[in-house]
Structure formats: structure tokens, C-alpha cells
């Protein structure tokens, strides 16, 4: 028997969301804002050799955890676990803001990131407990808005606050949002609770935790700290692939499994989850690369290269908004993961044609497509994943589909970094210190190392990086291709809370014919 599911109103919802893109807004900003503060964190600290860390204790926590957070999340409750993932993060950077040595700063950094993990994905998945999908694209330009604030300010705000305050700043800034994001939260959000009995899948939580671990230590740690073909390399890479073989055989046998595998058999659920990866993988390893054309060839400064992200970010906004709209009004999706992995490839392919001479004029009209394709794909995929699922997967799928965009940017980023390393090392053999402006992926690489430099030495070096600028988004473009044919798979289901939907699995919606109530979507 199939019982009637009443969404809350939309007043009840803007009460709530408020809070909830806060938290989101903490997570996001905290992976851009610190960039801009790594110098002075050097400078004070010392620990040159150590720096690439705190970034990657950051990024490994939050990534490893995720699953983790929406699986408990569907367990004890969305709500109290979302609170504690605030206060955990919290706690993180105001630990980190005291850090006294760069050890200090990494473990305080690896707890923040422990929180971060929860609020992204808490954000998700309380938005899919709220919303049905049917109604959901109408507030995917509020989600679109905050990635597009944290994306672009986070750098200016980490700058401003370095140069006007301290790099401790940087970290303590999170605190009076995050108070504000734990009392609006506490105080607005209500959801249903259910009392069930829990098996927690320890077993499969551990693994997963430790293949997760091992591939992101290849991508960080592979052609930078070691050599692709090093023991270290290759035994991380064995354990990481001995850890997801030993998940799968895991899950099928777990009670309550951390990462439930039938919900791969959904064909929209595993296609939209693989797109995402290779979003992440095309999208977050390109656009990395971005400032450092901006403010190496292009001559703009490190707060000037923020601004110059605006066109990106603004084209990913307006399309969401429309596509959000465009959603809610007609309950039709199946065109624009297709429209959004063309545009992709689109964009990045246009990217690849970047050399000395390209204009910011253009550089942003190249950025607009990819933002294009950013703003089509971004949402609409993460909803056709919950929209796959039962009520009771909510917050497992949601983490899903965070995980495997979080885990794709860490390849991307890992590989196109390499590719980068390698073309600018091929193009500056010969040169006098090649090997110190070559190093460790172009790290040496700063304007005003380059002003020291003859104008003939300054022209050749600009050459080289345009050159990998060349290679990167060109490798990237495959990555987006296999996304656009990947999105070709995916069926024309109803979207749940339509027109004369009966309940939460019930029928709905103009796109496809109707559905039993008792059918799976």
C-alpha cells in the first residue's frame, strides 16, 4: 500500500536552506581560500618539504569519510549527524589557526577535513529528504550560486586576509559562519526519525577507507614525490586495487552494507555516478591549471586571476538556473547530461588552443563554454542519482555520486599535473635552471621569478607553459567525450513528486510513460 508523501512547502524549505548552504559554503570555501596563504604558512611554519600535505590530508579525509557520513546519516538520523560533521569542522580550523608547526598544522588540517566530508554530502542529502525530485531543480541555482561564491572568493577572501591580518585567519574566518550554520540549522531543520536496529558494516567501512586512501596517495604522491615506477607507487597501487576487490566481495555479503552494490544495477544510477567521475576528472583536473596560465602568460595577479574565473562561474550559474527551472516545470532531464558532456568536451577541447597570444577576451569566452557545460551537468546528475533510489538510500547515494566527483578531481588533478610537469620539462631542456623552474610541477613557477628573467629566457619559459597548458586540456578532452557518450545511457524516468504522483516511488511526470506505485524508478 503506497501512502501519501506531503513535501514541505516552500516557505518551510527557504527557512531551512539558509543554514544548509552555509555549511556547504564552509566545505567549498575552505579548498580555495587556503591557497593564497601557503606562502606565509611556509614562511612561518617552515616544512617546505611537507606542504603538498596540507592540502592532501584535507582532501583525503573529506574524501574517505563521505560514504561514510551519508550511510550513518540513513542510519541514526541526517539531522544529528550533520550537526556534529559542523562541529567537527569547526574544531579543525580553530586548531588549525593556533598550529604552532607544519606537523600541527596537517593533523589539525586532516581533522577539519573529517567534518567537511559530512557537510557536502549532509547538504545533498537533507535537500533530497526535503524536496522531491520533480521539484528540486528550483533551488539547484542556490546550490550553483554558493559553489560559484566559495570558487571565486575563496581565493580573494585568502589573499585579503593574508595580507591585511594573518594566514591564521584563513582558518578562523570558518568559525562565526559555522556557528551561524549550527544554529539555523539546529534550530530550523526538522525531519522525520525512524527507529530501526543497525549493523554497521565495520569491515566494508575500513576497506573502502583504505582504497580510497591508497589511490588518492598514487595521484598525489605519484611523478611528485615518487617516481611513477617507484616500490611505493606500485605498492600503493597494489593495495588499492587489492582493498576494492576485497569492498566488492565484502558488500555482497554485508548485512547493511556502507555502499550498497544493488544500487548499481539502477542503469541511471550507475550512468549519472560515472559521469560525475569523469566531470571531476576532466573538469576539476583542468580548471586547476587556469590560474597559472592567467598569471604566468597573461600577466594577472593572484587576486586579478579570481576575477578572471567570473565568466566560468557566471555561465555554471545562469545555465543551472535555467536548467532548474526548466526541470521543475516540465519534469524533463534526459537532454541536458547529453548537451552538458558535448559542452564539456566543447569547452576543453577549446581550451587546448590556448598559447601566448590567446586574449583574456577569448580565454573567457573559451571558459563561458566550459562553464556552459559545467552549469548543465553539475545538478541534473547528482538528481538523477537520487532519484534512482529508494527514501531509504538518500544519503548513501548522495555521498556516492560526492565521492566519485571528489575521487575524479584527485586523478585528474594527479594526472594532468604530470602531463604538465613533463611537457614543461621537455620544453625548457637545455635551459640554464630549467631544472628549479621545472620542479615539482611548476611550483617554482611565480611572476616575479619570471621578471628576473632575460626577456629571451622569459619568452621561452612563457612558450613552455602554454605548451603544457596545450597538452593538459587536450588530454582532458578524451575524459569529457567518454561523459558525453556515457550520457546517451541514461533512460527517461519520472521524476518522483510530479503530477499525480501517489508517493515517494509513486508515478509521475511528463518524461516517460507512467510507473506502477509498487515499481522500482
Known sequence: MTTTVTPPARREVLVVLPGLLLAMLLAMLDQMIVGTAMPRIVGELGGLDHLSWVVTAYVLMSTVSTPLYGKLGDLYGRKRLFLGAIVIFLVGSALSGMAQSMVQLIGFRALQGLGAGGLIVGVMAIIGDLIPPRERGRYQGYMSATMAAATICGPLLGGFLTDHFSWRWAFYVNIPVGVLALVLVGTTLQLPRHRISHRIDYLGAALLTVAATSLVLVTTWGGTQYDWGSVQILGLAVLGVTSVVGFVFAERRAVEPVLPLRLFRDRNFTAATLMGFLVGFAMFGAVT?????????????????????????????VVSLVVGTVITRTGRYRAFPIAGGAMLTLGVF???????????????????????????????????????????????????????????????????????????????AGMPGAEKLAGG?????????????????RDTVLTAIADGMHSVFLWAAPFALAAFAIGWAIKAVPLRGGPGQVGPAGPAGPEGEPIPADSPS
Open 289 to 317: 591549471f587556469l590560474p597559472l596560465f592567467q598569471q604566468t602568460v597573461q600577466g594577472a595577479s593572484a587576486t586579478n586571476s579570481g576575477l578572471l574565473l567570473l565568466p566560468m562561474m557566471a555561465a555554471s550559474l
Open 350 to 428: 577549446a581550451l587546448s588552443l590556448m598559447d601566448t597570444g590567446t586574449t583574456k577576451f577569448t580565454l573567457s569566452v573559451y571558459m563561458v563554454i566550459l562553464g556552459i557545460g559545467m552549469g548543465l551537468l553539475m545538478q541534473v546528475t547528482l538528481l538523477i542519482v537520487q532519484n534512482s533510489v529508494e527514501a531509504k538510500d538518500m544519503g548513501v547515494a548522495s555521498s556516492t555520486s560526492t565521492f566519485a566527483r571528489s575521487i575524479g578531481g584527485s586523478f585528474g588533478v594527479s594526472l594532468f599535473g604530470a602531463i604538465f610537469a613533463s611537457r614543461l620539462s621537455d620544453s625548457l
Open 441 to 457: 610541477g611548476g611550483a617554482h613557477i611565480d611572476p616575479a621569478t619570471l621578471h628576473q628573467l632575460p626577456a629571451a629566457a
